[in-house]
């Protein structure tokens, strides 16, 4: 399993290559805060071969770090997680359902959608995370309604204090891969100039210097 989160790492680093997931100038994130550099993983679907090769990573990072037995259900953050939770319950033979950012006005008038009951263990899944608020929501919102959420599952950590604002609630971040490593592998092989791999590294080292 080790061997294959390790072949894993570099072939989603040409994925993000490839499929022009990557890219830098300047950007306003869901935060607020501006950054550098973006990562778009909702463009990865369009591309089915990469997306095939993501839901493996997917798949190997909950057996490897959660374990299959020790959650019941698959939620998500809409609509950057969604695509991605879905797949990967489907694979699991996982039930799914997801938190929406506010209560629906109408009709049952719930936050989540599908179907939860007291005491299901759930792991949440998302893209990317950054700050960690997105997650920490739908954690939240999930607990209300009596779920049980101690895991959480993204492709790429920001290193944005997501991880250490989920801790604080109880919640343990799961992520294949760390923003530092995907800039050290391409900066090494050249597919990212110098001034790009630094703007990356300040992003959240800045970060880690005001915490």
């Keep these: 399993m080790e061997r294959e989160m390790e072949t894993g790492v570099a072939e989603l680093c040409r994925i993000l290559l490839k499929t022009r997931a990557l890219k830098f100038g300047m950007f306003r994130l869901t935060s607020g805060k501006l950054s550098p550099y973006y990562i778009d993983l909702r463009s990865i679907p369009s591309y089915p071969e990469s997306f095939r090769k993501v839901m ?30 879905s797949v990967l319950a489907y694979r ?14 109408h009709g049952r008038e719930r936050r989540i959608e599908g179907v939860i009951a007291p005491g299901d263990r759930i792991v949440i899944v998302d893209d990317l995370i950054t700050t960690g608020k997105s997650l ?23 290193q944005e204090g997501g991880k250490e604002n989920l801790q604080k609630i109880g919640v ?11 800039a050290g592998r391409l900066h090494g092989l050249g597919l990212i100039e110098e001034s790009n791999y630094d703007e990356i590294l300040k992003q959240f080292t800045e970060k880690e210097l005001k915490a």
């Excluded at 699991?92 to 006005?105: D, F, G, I, M, W």
């Excluded at 343990?172 to 995907?182: H, R, T, Y």
Aim: some cysteine; proline content about 3%.
């Design 172 to 182: 343990n971040l799961n992520s294949f891969m760390k923003i530092s490593d995907i």
């Design 56 to 85: 493996d990573f997917y798949e190997i990072l909950v057996k490897e770090k959660v374990g299959l037995d020790n959650f019941d259900r698959i939620s998500c953050v809409p609509t950057s997680g969604l695509l991605f939770a």
């Design 92 to 105: 699991l033979s996982k039930p799914v359902l997801y938190a929406r950012k506010e209560k629906r006005t």
């Design 136 to 158: 920490i929501d739908a954690a939240e919102a999930l607990r209300a309604e009596g779920g049980v959420v101690t895991e959480a599952m993204v492709l790429i950590d920001r």
